[in-house]
Structures are given as structure tokens and as C-alpha cells.
């Protein structure tokens, strides 16, 4: 039944990606009109004009927020939307063009940004300015490039017969939603709601810092490209963010913070945003009383949200930028995923692995990673990319693999990079998911067969990109349980996915923060809770923090 | 005679500043909490190892609007109100301490600041909030001055080996002042209207048009027993347009506009005209031929004899520059001998607020460090007096004289504020320019210079380069024999400061006031400089470096370039 749904989904999407007609907004207006001027008329001396341009315009708005600590708000913002642009343009043709490649003066994938521009003028005149500007720096960065690409493939042996197009060219489809303008809150209802939460905060000796903060904020996206590939799309949400700083029974002084992402602040939300409050000072109250972890060799119980982290790192991360850039340098393009052939061999049997850019909420959450169409025009499609543990399937843009095969709209830019292959939103699903008793049973039975005294239970991923400490449970084979700080992974390869033991029933959506990243994250995975057979855990050295000079008021 | 009347209208200023004490600073409330955690907190910071022996607090309450406009459309609108709490902390002693400019490894100007919450109630959670911080910057000083510490036994000696810090004097102070209010709805009408100047013009490749203030109260807490309460108080409209040649060389005209109320900016009529004229000197720089490099007889106009002061002698006479050997210390020992043209007297005066009642950037009442601001007499009649000082003493010059300053989250040092030049003789600016003429028969010459307007530059102090500076004049003139003037573009002012300022050998009697941000170590400080056109025997032009790419190959689209 689940599937039926979801290809309904994915018909009525793609009907409603090909039916639409060019919104008559200043975003599309501007971006027709500097992309018609420059396809018929820019043209340099001694360098071939454009092959293909797009414009990416992405609308940043920010409603009033609410911040307070200790029960005292903080002082905030009130501004205006903030409009970005990015810019690409290729030259030559679809056999031999300028993009895919990095020059050798720069790390390889920074070579590979599209031009941009930050904080637009919202007006026609000045999206047009600022278009007309990044269109004449990328065409002058793809005519170098083109140059250098071109330089570099002569020094190589090639084989004409096997050899690669640079493009398959893909149908262009276009998808329109109607854009509203960010709900307004009441910031006077937020602002209590947030003393309310932070006030709680001083019940506990040990915290040193504790603050709340409620933030409304909608991204507009707006794309076209030369061959009438376009879209124009809107999301929503409220973002409460709780950060702290503790400082442990033993002295280690620790920072920790949760971000949840609600449709709106409704009396509903707020309510659930609350329980997020219980639970995170649960989780200080367990940082205080945590005990002191040795190094462990074992089975991992990870947790839905670290779980969530986790398939990220070590599986998103692999089947993301699989088509590699050509480099006449020695730079290495470090962002290249690993799971680039079908058939590899990835994860433990009995997991299946799905992109579902079409998908824009799970259980009234909305995910930022709904795309229905990629940033070449091309209708995205939902993949199955991995079937008892073998990959089945890659995301592809119009650049092909080895494989020749044409893209399936997976196609996205960041704001560090050109379009590549990239996911959106990941669902994880075990063939045969355990509920928490017998998870948490199958755990300890491994761990008695292994002969350990406990196993570990990992709560909150340890993220590159935020301060989160790392949550873990030590438990025992009677079941009792404490909780353990200064652990980490040691030597984590994706060899951990080929090691799931089972998966929970209850998947959590985990919003995969970037730095750099404004608004709702662009990707996201659903997960339920994995059991991993081993991993290694090792102590992380340190010694308490010194003692405050002067006692807590 | 001349010169006291120029010396009377700042005189009156400095008096209206200091007399005007309206609350009681031990009831302000932030002042309140502070200095009991102070209290609360020194004894046991003082006791540390190495111990904390100086605390200072400076609470920042302010309101922050800006609007951005481009090409008809706003870019940016916002209002932004902020509480922001630097905390100073001093480890070791006044011989030695944590802020000491390090030989052998890299110093950091950086302070701890951090957001504050509202004061609420009994002000509990500013208080944590305060008491967080102060841990943090004291940890900090630790780390910082063990760092000294391992420096000072492997460096060489110091030439300067004064003491890193003296006490400032305890104060109190208490001024409020009627908040700043702005229509922005008409301001943004106003900025959108000077913005559709540019719509039409081929040769403008980019804009802005912007208005920004800042509205507020600073407190200042330190555990020596100064209690300060001043206001902030800074607004300007600015705008500039810029393009480039088809050699790549990038062109700019710009003007800033400082008031303290609305009523003192121009009115629609008057921007637009500046506007306007903005415009066409840019037009005209577009088709200017290029400036060859020349060594002439030229004029150095009001306000670009301020910047030029400000860059080339105002850097060099800052405090620590004379004390750290990093520095070339172009007059560290030469006060009481003749650094300028006799004819020149140069006062720095963060005391005066506004000059021809244009508001000056550059005054303040107590400088980041608690000290009261007063004017300091840097070169009298041609002859070095002194430095700059903050509360870092020198050889000779042991207290502060009012000037430590920094940005939010940079540790003040000497710095400038309202740097005034002031001629002994002066004449018509008409005068000046058949000066010039004269000089520039007398050398034989084919030309001279008019330099109308400079944007800024640098100035090298450090030791391991030539105590050298290189301007880049805006806007720039070249005057022929016969009073014929041709407006050139591409040339940069470059020179030695010692021979540079000799070369004055006149100026006239049009005061005017550059208003100004200055960067530096401890960050972007608001500053002024007030000059009158003065006339140079000689001065070295260079050309200007070229941008690296050449102009868009199209027109900009509102020119119609579809």
C-alpha cells in the first residue's frame, strides 16, 4: 500500500512539473529577460559564446524571532527578506563543454562554484544588475575553463570510440507553486513562550549557559535555465534551537545544543517543542551525572537522530559528486562519493535505501529537500539506491557516469558548487524493523555472545558541524544503564554500514544542518534505529576544567 | 588673529560637552549590576595565579537601523537592537601582562564580547551572563599571559620596556541624550530616488545608496572605580557610484553626509544634485586620459589633506607604535624637533562634536579604557609635542591621553579621534591655486596637480618595510600654466612622511571635515579629520594598479541592452 501512495505522489508531481507557465514575477521576469540578452548577444573575442545558462534566485526571509536565557529574552532582529543569486554558464557543446573540470591553482571543488551574489536589490532593475554581472564573470570563468579543460585533455590519451559526451541533454520540465508571504506570529506570544522554556534552566546548578530561541523563516527558490528548464517553489518553518554549557560533576566544562524544525508555531507545535525542552534537559541532567567511559570494542546501539547522522556521513556522503572533476593539478576532489557502480556491495541485507526528492513533509514536518525539479530542469525522480545492501541505483545529472546512463534530476547546486549529483531526502527501511524490546534484547544478546559486560547506546551523533556532544548509554546486560562522556568512534569507515545488525520501528526525520546553510537543510534522512555489530570507542583525553575563579551567583 | 578664532569655535564645544551631566550614574541599572559583580568578583580573580588584577566592563545597549538600496531596489532594511557586554581582564601586572605585543608569536587585539540578555527583574540572568564572561576572559588573560610570559624569556630585549599598563584615573560621568528617530519610510524614498540617477547610464557598472545609525547608551565599569554613562549616537547617508575603463582601471565617486537628525541631511533637491554631479565626474573620469608618473608642485584640497594627515603623520605619532620594535617609529624620537612644515599645527581633539556644524565621527566623551577624552597638542608651529596615548605608557609619556581605542571585541589601543590641522597663514583658496601656478612656472613644470578628493590608502609602520605611504586619490585635476584644468585618472599619491610634510608651503583658509572609519588593530573606530586645502612644492605621483578584469562585455540592462 505504502508504495501505491507513493507513486501516486510521484504522477501527480510530475504532472504538476510539466503543466506550468512562466510565473510573471520581477525573479522570472529579470532572469528571462538577462538570459535571452545573453544567449543572443555575449560574446568575447576569440571565445565561443554561451552553450547554457542558469540562474539560481533563493528569497531568504526571516519573521520576528524570540530568544531568551535563564528566563531573560534577548534583544533581536527585525529585517527584510535577504535575496541571493548564483549564476553558471557553459560553453562549447554537449560533446565537449567547459564545466567538469577544476583548474589546478585551486582545490578542486572550490574551483567548481557558481558565481554569486549576496543581498540583491529587490527590484527588477537591480535582480537584472546583479545577473547581468555573474553572467559575464562565469562566462569569463567558463571561457578559461573551457580553455584549460580543452589544454588539459590534449595531454591525455583518449579513446574516441569509448569516449564520454560531456551532456546528455534531458527533457526540461518546469514546476510552479504559488508563493505567500512568511506567516506572521505573534512575537509577543513567541517571546513569553521562550522565557517560559529558559526559565527552566535555573533549576539546575550545573548549567552555566541555557537559551531558547524561536525563529520563523521561509526560503522562495526561483530557477531557469537557457533551455526553459524552470521552478519556482516555497518552504516554511519555524526553527526552535535550545544551546547550553554545562559544566560536568567531574569539572568538564561541555557545550550542547538540538534544533527542531515544526510547520508552524500552533498551539500543537509548541506543545512538542516543549517535550524537546524536557528532553534536552534530560539530556544535561545525564551529561552531570555521566560517568567517566573506557575504550570499547563492540556492538552500537544508535539511536534514531544519531542514526540519522550516521547514514549521512558514511552512506548520503558516498553517493553524492560520483562523477568526478578533471583536474590538471594534483588537487584531489575529496567530495567525491564512493558508491558510484551498481551492484557495489554497500550495506548489510535487508535495508532499503531511498531519495525521495518529491517528498515536502514526513508526519507534518517539512523537509527542505523537496525538489521536484533539479537546478538542469530536469524532473526528479524518486530512487531506490539500495536493495539487499547492494546499490540498484545512482543519482545522475546530465553530465554521465561510465555508465552512459541519462540523468534522473539529481542534479543540485550549493552554494559551493556547480550542479552535481545530490540527495534530498533519505529514507531508510529495514526489511524486517524490531520493536524497542526486541531491538534493545537482540543488542544485549549480542553483547552476552561477544562476552562484554555492556554495550552502548549512542543518543546524539557527535556532529562535524555543531558543537553536540556526543550522548552516550552504557548498558548493562541486566538492563540498568548510566550514562558515559568522553568516548568517541575511532576509525569509522563505511565498513559499518555492511555491519547492521536490525533496525528499530519508530524512524526519526534528521535534519542534516550545514554550515553556511540558512533556513530549512537541503537534505535530510529518516532512519529508525540501527544496531551496528561493532564499533570501536575510544577515551578522549583531557582533564577537568578549571574550577570557576569566582562562585556561580 | 586668525587662529584663535579657529581655536575659540572648539574651545566653546569641549565645555558644552563636560557640562552637561543630567543623571545619577550609581542609579543606572546596568551600571548597578555590573559593579556589584565586579565587587563580588575581584578579591577572589585578584587571587589567581598569575592573578587578574584589572577588571573592565563596557556594556553596549544600542539600536542599529540600516537600509541598502541598489538600483531601485532595497537590498537591505533592518533594525537590530543589541547588548553586548567586552570584558577587559588583565593577568600578571602592570609591568607585565597579557596585552603585551608578543616577538616571536602572533598577538591577538581580540576582547571577549558576547550577546547580554534584557535586564529583567532582579537582573538574574545578566548577572550569569556577566559572571560567564568575566570567567571567560580571564581564563583567557591567563592563557594569554603564559604566552607572554615564554616570550619575554626568549625575545630580544625591548628598546621601550615601560610598563604594559598604568591605572587610568577613577571617574563617573552620567549624560543621557534624546535617542536618534529617522523617517525611514522617507529615507528609503529618498535613497530609491538618488538610485534611479544611475538607471540610464552605461558607464555606471555599480552602486549603492545607503543610510545607517546607531542609537544607544555605552556604560563603562572597571575595578579601579570608574562609573561611566555616555550616549552613541552616529548617523549618515552615503552613496557611490563606481565604473571602470576599458584598460580595467576601477573608478569611484562617493559622498558621505554625518548629521545627528533628520533635518540635517539634504533634501531630496540637494541629493539628487549631488547625485547628479557625482555622476558626470565619473563620466568625465571614464574618458580622462591617464595620469603619467611625475614628481610637481600640486594642491592637496581640504579634505584630502585631512586623510592624507590621518594616513601619513596621525598613524605614525599612535602610542604603542613608538614603544613596539615591530614599529619604524618614523617620530618616536624626534618630539621637540620639527617633523611638518612650520607652518602647520596639528591637534587631536576627541572633545569637539561637530565642526561648521557637521557632526564629527571622532568625538566621544571617555575613550574605551575610561579616560577622559581632551585635546592633545601633537605638532606646534612644525615641532613634534607628543603621542597618542592610551594606557599603555611609553618612554616619556607615562599616563593616557584619552585616545585608547577599539572596535566591539578588539582591545583598544592609541588611536586617532578628531584630528584637526591648523595653518598659522592662511589665504583664499583662490589665492592657493595662483600659488600653484606660480610654483608650477617657477620649477618649469608642464603641469601641476589639484587632488579634489582621496579615498584612503596605507601608510607601512613596520620595520621590515619602507616607512613609506601610497594614496589613491578619487578625484584629480591636472593644472596647466595657463589656469586650464583637466580632470586625469590613475594616479596614486606616494612618499616618505618626513620629506612629504616639508613640501607644505601653503594653506588656505577653507576648513573642511572628512568624516571617516578607520581600521586598524583594534579594529574600525569612527574618525574625523578637519584641514584646509594646503599647497605642496612637490609631489610624487605613481600610476594606479589596474583591476584584473576588464569591464561586461554587454551594457548594463537598464541602459535598454536587451
Known sequence: MKKWTLLLGIILATVAVQAASLPNNIYMKAMKDEIKRSMAKLRRPGVEKPYFIAYKLEQLTWGEEAVASFGAPYSTTVRDSQLNAYAWVDIGNAQKDSMGFAHAAYYAPYAYRPRSGTNLPKSYDGIRHTLWQLTDRAYTFAAETYQQKQAYERSKQTDKKDSLPDVIPAKQVNYVEEINPLPVYDANHMRKWVKEQSVRGKEYPFIEQFTVSVSPVQKDSYYLNSKDGFYQKSIAAVQVEWQAQIRNRDGFKRKYGRTLWLPDFSSENKALAATYTDGFLEDLQAFNTAVKGESYIGPVLLMPEAAGRFIYEELVQNFQNLKGLASDGEAVDTTMGKFSIEGQRVMAPGITVWDEPLRREANGIPLGGFTPVDDEGVAAQTLKLVEQGRVVDLPRTTRPLDDKKPSNGHALITHQSMPRERLSNVWVEPAEPLAWDDLVSTFLDRCRELDLEYGYVLHQWPGPYNENLPVWERVYLDGTSEFVYGLKIDGLTTRSLRDILAAGDSPVISHIDMPGEVGLPAQNVDTPALLIEEMELITVDGKPDKEPFVKKP | ?562
Open chain 2, 1 to 562: 588673529m586668525k587662529k584663535y578664532l579657529c581655536l575659540l569655535p572648539f574651545i566653546v564645544t569641549s565645555f558644552v560637552a563636560y557640562a552637561q551631566q543630567n543623571c545619577d550614574i550609581e542609579s543606572q541599572q546596568p551600571v548597578q549590576l555590573l559593579s556589584a559583580e565586579l565587587k563580588r568578583s575581584i578579591k577572589a580573580l585578584k587571587r589567581q595565579k598569575p592573578p587578574i588584577y584589572y577588571v573592565a566592563y563596557t556594556y553596549n545597549e544600542y539600536e542599529r537601523g540600516e537600509i541598502d538600496v541598489q538600483d531601485q531596489g532595497v537590498s537591505y532594511r533592518g533594525i537590530h537592537n543589541n547588548r553586548i557586554l567586552q570584558v577587559q581582564a588583565r593577568a600578571g601586572s602592570t609591568r607585565m601582562d597579557n596585552t603585551r605585543t608578543l616577538k616571536k608569536d602572533r598577538t591577538y587585539y581580540a576582547l571577549r564580547a558576547g550577546e547580554m540578555p534584557e535586564i529583567e527583574g532582579d537582573g538574574k540572568a545578566f548577572i550569569m551572563a556577566v559572571w560567564r564572561q568575566t570567567q571567560l576572559a580571564a581564563e583567557e588573560a591567563q592563557q594569554d599571559f603564559n604566552r607572554v610570559r615564554a616570550d619575554a624569556q626568549t625575545a630580544s630585549d625591548r628598546t621601550d620596556d615601560s610598563p604594559d599598563f598604568v591605572f587610568p584615573p577613577k571617574e563617573t560621568f552620567c549624560l543621557e541624550e534624546p535617542a536618534l528617530t529617522f523617517d525611514l519610510d522617507a529615507l528609503e524614498k529618498l535613497l530609491l530616488a538618488a538610485s534611479s540617477l544611475t538607471h540610464d547610464k552605461a558607464f555606471v557598472l555599480d552602486s549603492s545608496f545607503s543610510f545607517s545609525y546607531v542609537t544607544g547608551y555605552q556604560y563603562f565599569v572597571d575595578s579601579v572605580g570608574t562609573r561611566l554613562k555616555m550616549p552613541q549616537r552616529l548617523a549618515r547617508l552615503m552613496y557611490s557610484v563606481e565604473g571602470k575603463t576599458a584598460d580595467g582601471s576601477k573608478l569611484v565617486r562617493s559622498q558621505t553626509y554625518d548629521v545627528l537628525e533628520q533635518a540635517q541631511l539634504p533634501d531630496e533637491t540637494q541629493l539628487l544634485a549631488d547625485v547628479t554631479q557625482s555622476i558626470a565626474e565619473l563620466q568625465a573620469l571614464t574618458q580622462a586620459p591617464e595620469a603619467e608618473p611625475v614628481t610637481v608642485p600640486a594642491i592637496l584640497k581640504n579634505k584630502a589633506m585631512a586623510v592624507f594627515v590621518h594616513e601619513v603623520l596621525g598613524h605614525r605619532v599612535e602610542g604603542h607604535r613608538q614603544k613596539e620594535d615591530s614599529f619604524g617609529k618614523t617620530f618616536t624620537d624626534k618630539v621637540g624637533q620639527q617633523v611638518v612644515s612650520p607652518l602647520l599645527s596639528i591637534v587631536d581633539d576627541a572633545t569637539l562634536a561637530s565642526f561648521n556644524q557637521i557632526p564629527l565621527r571622532g568625538f566621544y566623551y571617555y575613550d574605551d579604557e575610561g579616560v577622559k577624552a581632551r585635546p592633545v597638542i601633537l605638532v606646534k608651529d612644525g615641532i613634534l609635542q607628543g603621542f597618542l596615548m592610551s594606557s599603555s605608557p611609553i618612554k616619556g609619556f607615562s599616563k593616557s591621553n584619552g585616545h585608547g581605542r577599539g572596535d566591539e571585541g578588539k582591545r583598544p589601543v592609541a588611536r586617532m579621534g578628531n584630528t584637526r590641522v591648523i595653518a598659522s597663514e592662511t589665504v583664499p583658496y583662490e589665492q592657493l591655486e595662483q600659488q600653484l601656478l606660480t610654483e608650477i612656472k617657477r620649477q618649469n613644470k608642464p603641469y601641476g596637480f589639484i587632488i579634489e578628493d582621496l579615498s584612503g590608502g596605507f601608510t607601512l609602520t613596520e620595520t621590515n618595510y619602507p616607512q613609506t605611504f601610497k594614496l589613491t586619490p578619487t578625484l584629480v585635476y591636472r593644472i596647466y600654466p595657463d589656469g586650464q584644468k583637466e580632470v586625469v585618472r590613475g594616479a596614486d599619491m606616494v612618499g616618505t612622511p618626513l620629506v612629504s610634510f616639508n613640501e607644505i608651503m601653503a594653506a588656505a583658509d577653507d576648513y573642511d571635515v572628512f568624516n571617516g572609519s578607520c581600521g586598524a588593530e583594534s579594529g574600525w573606530v569612527p574618525v574625523s579629520g578637519i584641514a584646509p586645502s594646503v599647497l605642496l612644492r612637490k609631489l610624487e605621483i605613481e600610476k594606479t594598479g589596474k583591476a584584473e578584469s576588464k569591464p561586461p562585455v554587454l551594457p548594463p540592462p537598464s541602459t535598454g541592452g536587451k
